[in-house]
């Protein structure tokens, strides 16, 4: 295997719960996502789905009442003497992984990029302080080094910002200085939760594009957790759909994008903005995701498919190989399931994506 295709991350059969006062919620059920050194991911799903949990189980960051049910999260990375290393990242504490991952190895960009920054701190320090415990810095060189990084993620007259304090900052350069701060150890894997959530629709586009860029100049593995689709159909290379702490779907991009097979991802697809459409009207998956606090005998989203059989309410789908890259857990990819084929509204939009993309150049 080449350096090019090494598995930076695997996520084996991950299972896991949070003790309730309304009995134990099975937030994430046997997940598995693997991602190749090198390139972007995006873990798409409503909120509730467990992609978030999913990711903080990478980051170290669960909630101390965590009960592992089982799965293993095995890291890649170069130690210090450039030597490749696999860890399984679930079997070491938070102490070790504050030290050798936690945003050595790995670090993640929140979704509210105002409320991630410490508001006591100048930007400066915040900067500086990975690189001093990290990398051994002296202040002088994290400085200097705190300057490049806010000039690399398109802050203008760095310098004087670096004794400023978040709040005097807007959203959009929040967001650049939390990425600033993300890259600062020069981790191996990049999180970005819900990166442009909370931004001006302005400058989501231009966020995206910034670590797009980023990923390309460093190097570095991205993993996007969001609810959109759309908002990484130009920066993800694989996308993992995500519900009721299960994946639904997996493939490449395109596969996903422009012929997807659950009925799930189809509504996600609907649910997104089209300015081409003369519909104005934004559809909605009917129905609400399940809370999780009871076990489903079958498919979690039977009660909310319209496409929904007998044996959904029975028996869980397993995952049906598509391509070789491309799967999804739907019993409608049964051979013995009557053809059922994607509304023809979401058809048409497929193809005005296809042909803008190919306009575009992006194909």
């Not at 409503?46 to 890291?75: D, Q, Y």
């Not at 993300?182 to 966020?207: F, G, N, R, W, Y």
Request: net charge positive; aromatic share 6%.
């Amino acid at each position: 295997m080449s350096r090019d295709q090494e598995i930076l991350l695997n996520i084996a059969d991950l299972d896991l719960t949070f003790p309730t006062a309304f009995g134990p919620l099975h937030a994430v059920r046997g997940v598995n996502i693997e991602l190749i050194r090198g390139q972007a991911l995006a873990v798409v799903g409503e909120s509730g789905s467990g992609k978030t949990v999913t990711m903080k189980a990478v980051a170290g960051i669960l909630p101390p009442n965590t009960k592992i049910n089982r799965g293993s999260i095995t890291f890649t990375y170069s130690n210090q003497e450039g030597l490749q290393k696999s860890t399984d990242l679930l079997s070491k504490g938070k102490r070790w992984m504050r030290r050798h991952i936690n945003g050595k190895r790995i670090a993640m960009v929140f979704q509210d990029p105002v409320s991630s920054l410490n508001p006591t701190m100048s930007i400066g320090r915040q900067l500086t302080e990975g690189m001093i415990w990290h990398h051994k810095a002296s202040k002088k060189e994290a400085w200097n080094r705190a300057i490049d990084l806010l000039e690399e993620v398109g802050i203008e007259d760095a310098p004087k910002w670096m004794k400023c304090y978040p709040h005097q900052l807007s959203g959009g350069m929040c967001q650049r200085v939390a990425i600033a701060i993300a890259l600062s150890c020069q981790p191996e894997l990049l999180i970005c939760d819900e990166p442009t959530t909370a931004l001006d629709v302005s400058i989501q586009e231009k966020m995206m594009d910034l670590i797009r860029r980023l990923q390309r100049k460093r190097g570095i593995s991205v993993i996007y957790i969001t609810h959109d689709l759309g908002a990484v159909a130009r920066a993800a290379d694989m996308i993992y759909v995500m519900y009721a702490g299960k994946i639904v779907e997996k493939g490449m991009t395109r596969e996903v994008l422009y012929d997807p097979r659950h009925p799930y991802t189809w509504g996600l697809l609907l649910s997104m903005p089209d300015l081409n459409c003369e519909n104005q009207r934004l559809y909605s998956i009917p129905g609400s995701p399940p809370t999780l606090l009871q076990e489903s005998q079958g498919d979690a989203f039977s009660p909310r498919n319209r496409y929904a059989m007998i044996v959904d309410d029975k028996a869980e789908p397993p995952m049906f190989a598509i391509t070789k890259t491309h799967a999804a857990a739907t019993w409608l990819l049964d051979a013995r399931a009557p053809k059922v084929e994607m509304p023809d509204e979401l058809k048409k939009r497929l193809e005005g994506m296809k042909k803008e993309a190919g306009d575009s150049g992006r194909g």
